[in-house]
């Protein structure tokens, strides 16, 4: 297991892209987390659906376990989940450094977050494209980390909303006006054609899955180009 110390480097980065690991090759899973990772993915994230939340399955702590002592990336996990509070220990064990629960999911989001950084781990809050914004107002100053969804979640390859880039906007108006240091994610049909626009409505952290993991043989010249865009934002 790699230290706490590395994990906090890795979340004072600017911009940052999180491969999504549920458009990768589960025959080869490894293979393809290491490609992405030696072309310079520093995170990886994982979605986890339970088929209820979300109307599919995908898989669950054990894929996190697996892959934790292969990679030394920040591993960031997005439970798509009904009642996740019940999972927050299960994803430690297995070496998550961020947990995302979404606001429609929980009863008691401040109790959510609280025991997720009780763990050792980071919180943070997903957001439906139709969850208004005024469902996480009033955690921000406690939250980091809000994940805005771009694609209504429970299954990958899906075209991005585009009226979602003006709920960004909104997110990072409100986090500076409050001078909080926001890091804001968004996941959901984020491309190489269309990221452009997404960092200058205000995200640092990007999520891609098939067009990262589309191709095995373009896995590392797609981080690599991604990477560049963040780069250059």
Request: aromatic residues 8%; proline residues 4%; contains cysteine.
């Amino acid at each position: 297991m790699y230290r706490k110390e590395r994990i906090i480097k890795e979340v004072s980065v600017k911009n940052r892209l999180s491969p999504s690991i549920l458009a990768a090759d589960f025959s080869a899973l490894q293979e393809d987390v290491a490609l992405a990772e030696a072309a310079g993915a520093k995170s990886f994230h994982f979605d986890i659906m339970d088929g209820h939340f979300v109307p599919n399955i995908s898989y669950g702590a054990g894929i996190v376990s697996a892959l934790r002592n292969k990679s030394k990336a920040f591993f960031d996990v997005h439970l798509m989940v009904e009642e996740p509070d019940y999972f927050f220990a299960d994803y430690k064990k297995a070496g998550a450094d961020r947990v995302s629960v979404h606001v429609e999911a929980v009863k008691h989001l401040d109790r959510s977050l609280q025991a997720i950084r009780e763990l050792g781990m980071e919180g943070g809050v997903a957001l439906n494209p139709a969850t208004s914004l005024s469902t996480i107002e009033e955690i921000l100053p406690i939250c980091p980390y809000i994940l805005i969804m771009s694609v209504n979640p429970g299954f990958g390859g899906q075209s991005f909303i585009s009226y979602t880039l003006d709920k960004i906007k909104r997110l990072r108006k409100m986090a500076e006006e409050r001078n909080l240091p926001l890091e804001i994610g968004v996941d959901g049909g984020v491309k190489l054609d269309n990221i452009s626009p997404i960092l200058e409505a205000g995200a640092n952290f990007i999520v891609a899955g098939s067009s990262v993991f589309g191709k095995k043989d373009e896995i590392g010249e797609r981080v690599k180009s991604f990477n560049k865009v963040l780069e250059n934002a």
